[in-house]
């Protein structure tokens, strides 16, 4: 499910509200949010999580976890944090049990119907451990959990629907029917069989892969749901309610600087003025060539006066205080490029080493009052030694506040077409044939590459095969594939990074990162440090 067409969608069907649920993780939360916002649809948040199965350690129960309201999404992301750093089985991130009492306020829980351990029980007819594992729920989350009730036409649906409402009598407990919603249209299953396949590494027509997903998980209307439900009102009725009762408003484009640590308690805009007189003044002697310093000094003091009066004099510390400790330890650091060596300020400091006055580079470009956007340094450090420097910038800020980034990779025109050619049973060299008609360009995508290359269009129209394959790619085209983590990109919190994000690392705890990608992390405020590995840096130190 893509968002903007996902948010086109419940708009269409006249739906006050949508919730996204993605597995275990939040990384389209802010994207989602902002689209929902933008179409006048209420935007709910959350995520279903693998929790920690009861009695056997190797297995896990899969629940939805929505926010109500900032305190729930305060928890839900420390519960996904802690799910990857601490609870990671088999490369999944599991919630063990005994995290749920620290952090259960603010949240309403659907008991996840068949895939919950409640809908376990009840599928097994055991309505005695059914009614011992909802007390559990019940004592921690009260009348914010509730009996989710799906009819999707998978096995085990209609037994866990009857035993739920029997077990809602008995106990008080509210049931809510859901659709467990995997793609937009009935038309999609086939498409979203073939990603589950991509992912599985199976064949689509291949009879003993496991069938996890039913042609009814598509968005259905209102009124489809309400014909489906016809005989427990309430389930329908309880949406709403649970819609009403999640009220999570994210703050987004407001910067949360991290605080540089000023010795002697000095105010940091005067701190910054008298590093960056100082350093100037150091240049200026070595120099030796400077014929106007009162230029230079009236360049200083205008920079100064817009750096501070933008609130940035912490960014430009920091920044130095890296590059400076980079410095004298004998890594190598570029000498600036980009529009930041158009600054005075960030020469004086030591962030670049290009005199801006010489070669008339503008500030304006770097930062302008008129045009409100954080600074962005990009800073080339040795390959070999970038990450000793991201370690010093964790240990100095503490290593609860810095991480890296994710970057989310899409499947792209020609990947996506060798994919779906895989999933279908096709030989490689068949399908490379016409993965190589694809034009090797950015931002080519298939639409594109039919238009362009005749050879193609010609194969479509003739080969029904080639034609099915080019469908059901163009379905797929453009979701996401993968989530890694971005060149560059490091965040330093002014606090927890988890009050800002969840993180996500892989299996071990390696590779510390938030789940929002580059411009997410500075649409809920935190501040992007670019630490650029270049190679060349290597090369010429090792000559």
């Known amino acids: 499910v893509r968002v903007k067409p996902l948010v086109r969608a419940v708009s269409q069907n006249q739906m006050p509200a949508v919730a996204i649920t993605d597995q ?102 055991d309505p005695a451990l059914a009614q011992q594992r909802l007390a559990f729920w019940q004592d921690l989350y009260g009348d914010r959990f509730y009996l989710e009730l799906q009819r999707t036409g998978r096995p085990g649906d209609e037994e866990q629907v009857h035993g739920a409402v029997a077990l809602a009598e008995q106990t008080g407990c509210p049931v809510v029917a ?48 309400q014909e489906c439900f016809k005989d427990i009102p309430e389930a329908i009725e309880n949406t709403l309610l649970i819609a009403q009762r999640c009220n999570l408003t994210l703050t987004l484009d407001q910067n949360a600087l991290p605080d540089f640590p000023v010795p002697d308690g000095k105010p940091i805009d005067q701190y910054l003025r008298e590093e960056s007189e100082r350093g100037l003044a150091r240049r200026i002697e070595n120099d030796g060539a400077v014929t106007e310093p009162q230029a230079y000094q ?7 006066d817009v750096i501070n009066q933008m609130g940035f004099p912490g960014y430009f510390l920091i920044v130095a205080d890296f590059i400076r400790w980079a ?6 650091v570029g000498p600036g490029r980009g529009s930041g060596a158009g600054s005075l300020v960030a020469y004086a400091l030591d962030i ?19 045009r409100v956007s954080m600074p962005d ?58 993965a190589k008609m694809i034009p090797f360009e950015l931002g080519m995508t298939l639409n594109k590459a039919l238009e362009q290359e005749e050879d193609l269009r010609k194969l479509c129209a003739e080969d029904e095969d080639v034609n099915l394959l080019i469908e059901l790619a163009k379905r797929l085209e453009g979701l996401s594939r993968n989530v890694g983590k971005h060149a560059g990109g490091v965040v330093i919190a002014p606090s927890d990074l988890t009050e800002f994000a969840p993180l996500f690392c892989e299996p071990g705890g390696a590779g510390l990162a938030t789940q929002f990608d580059k411009d997410d992390v500075e649409a809920v405020g935190l501040v992007k440090f670019d630490f650029l590995g270049l190679r060349n840096l290597t090369v010429i130190q090792n000559i």
């Open 327 to 332: 410095k004298a330890k004998d890594i190598p």
């Open 178 to 225: 859901t659709n467990n919603v995997r793609f937009l249209e009935a038309i999609d299953h086939e498409a979203h069989e073939a990603r589950v396949c991509i992912h599985d590494g199976r064949i689509l027509h291949d009879e003993n892969r496991p069938r996890r997903y039913s042609e009814a998980q598509y968005l259905r209307s209102a009124e489809e749901m």
């Open 24 to 125: 275990g993780n939040l990384f389209g939360m802010v994207k989602f949010y902002r689209a929902a916002i933008e179409a006048g649809i209420k935007p709910i948040i959350g995520a279903d999580l693998r929790v920690e199965h009861p009695t056997d350690a190797s297995a896990h129960h899969v629940m939805t976890f929505l926010c109500a309201d900032a305190t729930g999404y305060a928890a839900l992301t420390r519960l996904i944090t802690a799910s990857y750093l601490q609870g990671q089985a088999s490369g999944l991130p599991v919630v063990a049990r005994d995290w749920l009492t620290q952090w259960s306020n603010g949240l309403i829980v659907l008991s996840g119907a068949a895939a919950g351990d409640v809908g376990e029980a009840l599928i097994a007819e």
């Open 377 to 434: 340094f990009d800073v080339d450090f040795c390959m070999e030694k970038r990450d000793q420097v991201i370690d010093y910038v964790a240990e100095r800020y503490g290593r609860e506040k810095v991480s890296q980034i994710a970057t989310h990779g899409t499947m792209a025109a020609r990947a996506v077409v060798r994919d779906v050619g895989r999933v279908l049973g096709h030989g490689y060299g068949y399908v490379d044939r016409i």
């Open 298 to 304: 009236e360049r200083l003091d205008f920079e100064l």
């Open 352 to 370: 670049t080493d290009l005199d801006p006055l010489r070669y008339d580079l503008l500030f304006e470009r770097f930062l302008n009052p008129e």
